[in-house]
C-alpha cells in the first residue's frame, strides 16, 4: 500500500502569514493515465471533509486562490499564502492513484 | 444538489454485526467508485473499503479484510457496509463518500457513528 507521510503534524501560524504543508508518497503517484491522483481536504471540528485541491495543484470550486497545491516528484506541498481564521482544522493529504486509497496523518493547523 | 446521506449507527457489542446505509440524491451510483472511510474519534482518517459501479468489485483495507462486506443497491441508489465479527477498535465515525471522477472522493457523507463495546 501507498504510504503518505504528511509533516508537520501540528502547524501554529499566525493570522496573515503564510503556512505549508509537506506529503510524501512511499512510490509513484502518476496513474496508468498519465493523471497523479493526489488530494488535498480541509476537516474542521465536527465536519466531513471538505476536498481543496485535486489532482495535485487544481482547486475545486469556491476554494480561494490563497490555497494552492505543487510537486515535486514523490513530494507534494500544499500551501496558503495568508492564512485566515477559517483556515483552522486538520489537513489531509491522499492519493486516489493506487487501491487502496490512503491517507496522510492529518496536520492540524491552529491560530498562533 | 449531490447528496449523500448515511444510517444505521449505534451502540453494538463485541462480535456483532451491524450494517450501515448511505443513500444518494441528486445523481445516480453509475460511474466510478463508491467508499468508506472511518475516523477514530480525535484521529485520522483511514480508508475502509471502496466499490467500483460499473464493475461492483470490491476492495478492503487489511484491517476489515474477511469482516466487512461493501455492497451497492443501483435500484435503491444506495450503499451498504456489512459489518461482521466487530471489535472494539472498529468504533469510529463511519463516512461514505463518492469519485465524480477518477481518483477524487470529492462527494462525503456526514458520517455515522459506530460504538462497539459490552
Known amino acids: 500500500d501507498v504510504v503518505l507521510t504528511q509533516s508537520p503534524l501540528s502547524l501554529p501560524v499566525s493570522l496573515g502569514q503564510p503556512a505549508s504543508i509537506s506529503c510524501r508518497s512511499s512510490?509513484?503517484?502518476?496513474?496508468?493515465?498519465?493523471?497523479?491522483?493526489l488530494n488535498w481536504f480541509h476537516q474542521r471540528p465536527g465536519q466531513s471533509p471538505r476536498r481543496l485541491i485535486y489532482k495535485v495543484s487544481n482547486r475545486d470550486s469556491g476554494v480561494p486562490d490563497r490555497f494552492s497545491g505543487s510537486a515535486s516528484g514523490t513530494d507534494f506541498t500544499l500551501k496558503i499564502t495568508r492564512v485566515e481564521a477559517e483556515d483552522v482544522g486538520l489537513y489531509y493529504c491522499?492519493?486516489?492513484?493506487?487501491?487502496?486509497?490512503?491517507f496522510g496523518q492529518g496536520t492540524n493547523l491552529e491560530i498562533k | 444538489e449531490m447528496q449523500l446521506v448515511g444510517s444505521g449507527g449505534g451502540l453494538v457489542q463485541p462480535g456483532r454485526s451491524l450494517r450501515l446505509s448511505c443513500a444518494a440524491s441528486g445523481f445516480t451510483l453509475q460511474d466510478y467508485a463508491l467508499h468508506w472511510v472511518r475516523q477514530v474519534p480525535g484521529k485520522g482518517l483511514e480508508w475502509v473499503g471502496g466499490i467500483f459501479c460499473d464493475s461492483g468489485t470490491t476492495g478492503y483495507a487489511d484491517s476489515v479484510k474477511g469482516r466487512f462486506i461493501i455492497s451497492r443497491d443501483s435500484a435503491k441508489n444506495s450503499l451498504f457496509l456489512q459489518m461482521n465479527s466487530l471489535r472494539t477498535e472498529d468504533t469510529a465515525l463511519y463516512f461514505c463518500g463518492k469519485d465524480l471522477t477518477p481518483g477524487g472522493l470529492e462527494l462525503w457523507g456526514q458520517g455515522t457513528l459506530v460504538t462497539v463495546s459490552s
Open positions: 491522499m492519493q486516489g492513484t493506487h487501491w487502496p486509497y490512503t
Open positions: 512510490q509513484s503517484l502518476v496513474h496508468s493515465d498519465g493523471n497523479t491522483y
